[in-house]
């Protein structure tokens, strides 16, 4: 056994333990901390399989915007554990049928005889994976790619406007009210005449 795979499975061993971690963590900051160590640990798989663009932006857009996030709320938030944790063994037999078939999957996909699978070619020294997946992705895949983003826009619209909520005694600001004003419709100069101040009699002092 040669030094990549000893590192592939120790590698391999912290993952699958941190994700073990996550889901049976009873505090929610364990799991989350759990869930960035899972996040670190398969970049470091990506980056043994020579996807250095995949394995640095996991780690910039998981680790560092996507889980700090989750951090705070979870940690600004009261959460109820035992609410939280209700029904855990009531879906378990289901879970395990999930992942006994995901297990089945990786198997068939991995076993390489059946589905034609077979060792890497060597690339060439100065050969770029990052060039190589933006052309890829914007030559063969192109309509999958433009594909995923409008379903990702379609998402990200709906769950704007199922969230939104108008409340009749809230001020908002509408932009185009504001962009259609004139400087004539909200200032007025007027013109005053000077006033002299009128002398005070004797009776006022």
Known sequence: MDFASVVFYFLAAILLLSALRVITAKNPVHAAMALVLAFFTAAGIWLLLEAEFLAITLVLVYVGAVMVLF??????????????????????????????????????????????????????????????????????????????????????????????????????????????????????LVNLKSQKPEAKSEEDE
């Open 71 to 188: 951090l705070f709320v979870v940690m600004m938030l009261d959460i109820n554990l035992e609410e939280l944790r209700r029904g855990f063994w009531d879906y378990l037999p289901f879970a395990g049928l999930v992942a006994g078939l995901m297990i089945v999957e990786m198997i068939m996909i991995l076993g390489g005889t059946n589905f034609g699978l077979t060792a890497p070619e060597p690339k060439p020294a100065d050969f770029s994976n990052t060039k190589e997946l933006g052309r890829l992705l914007y030559t063969d895949y192109v309509y999958a790619f433009e594909l995923a983003a409008v379903i990702l826009l379609v998402a990200m619209v709906a769950a704007i406007a199922l969230t939104l909520r108008r409340r009749p005694n809230r001020k908002i600001v509408d932009p185009a009210w504001q962009v259609k004003q004139k400087r004539a419709d909200r200032v007025y």
